[in-house]
T-cell receptor, first 111, second 114 residues
């Protein structure tokens, strides 16, 4: 059974700092991995999708990497801003199965 | 392009009642998945519908059911509500199989059971 873990559960950083969020999964036979952002009480916003054949994806100040063999992904946020404060979730899928989510990392960027 | 819409956004019900939630996917998307989110359990998969057929089902009791219409809109129903059903219910749409393509989520329906 696939399990997804995100560490740390919460993170507080000063504005402008570069930071890394971690995601690990137990079954490396994944089809893709997706990073989401969730603001309090709101739905999920898709940030990046990495197919299993890819090593990384970039969007603006965000860069996500994937190492299937070690069961790990990282989300790198450059030059953090207070508007980046949210919960970040990663989720994996085998392709014909639903997404399995981690419990998220709650990020606070302090001005 | 309009995003995923969910109605209603908020619901308050009492134990024993039933509730129906609605989800309209992004135009052209044929897969709709439903998730329950609670502080303790996180996001848990309920079921997925594709072309009006249930493709996958999570580990929830039979009180939770769903359906999908020919226009890809989906509804989920919860009968005999329990206090523990209080949660944020999220639906997501994707072009084809939920796990094969990028999923896009709606804003959710906040259900409170009193």
């Amino acid at each position: 059974k696939q399990e997804v873990t995100q560490i740390p559960a919460a993170l507080s950083v000063p504005e402008g700092e570069n930071l890394v969020l971690n995601c690990s999964f137990t079954d490396s036979a994944i089809y893709n991995l997706q990073w989401f952002r969730q603001d309090p009480g709101k739905g999920l916003t898709s940030l990046l999708l990495i197919q299993s054949s890819q090593r990384e994806q970039t969007s603006g100040r965000l860069n996500a990497s994937l190492d299937k063999s070690s069961g790990r992904s990282t989300l790198y946020i450059a030059a953090s801003q207070p508007g980046d404060s949210a919960t970040y979730l990663c989720a994996v899928s085998r392709g014909n199965t639903p997404l399995v989510f981690g419990k998220g990392t709650r990020l606070s960027v302090i001005a | 392009k309009a995003g995923v819409t969910q109605t209603p956004r908020y619901l308050i019900k009492t134990r024993g009642q039933q509730v129906t939630l609605s989800c309209s996917p992004i135009s052209g998307h044929r897969s709709v998945s439903w998730y329950q989110q609670t502080p303790g359990q996180g996001l848990q998969f309920l079921f997925e519908y594709f072309s009006e057929t249930q493709r996958n089902k999570g580990n929830f009791p039979g009180r939770f059911s769903g359906r999908q219409f020919s226009n890809s809109r989906s509804e989920m129903n919860v009968s005999t509500l329990e206090l523990g059903d209080s949660a944020l219910y999220l639906c997501a749409s994707s072009f084809s199989a939920s796990g094969a393509n990028e999923q896009f989520f709606g804003p959710g329906t906040r259900l409170t059971v009193l």
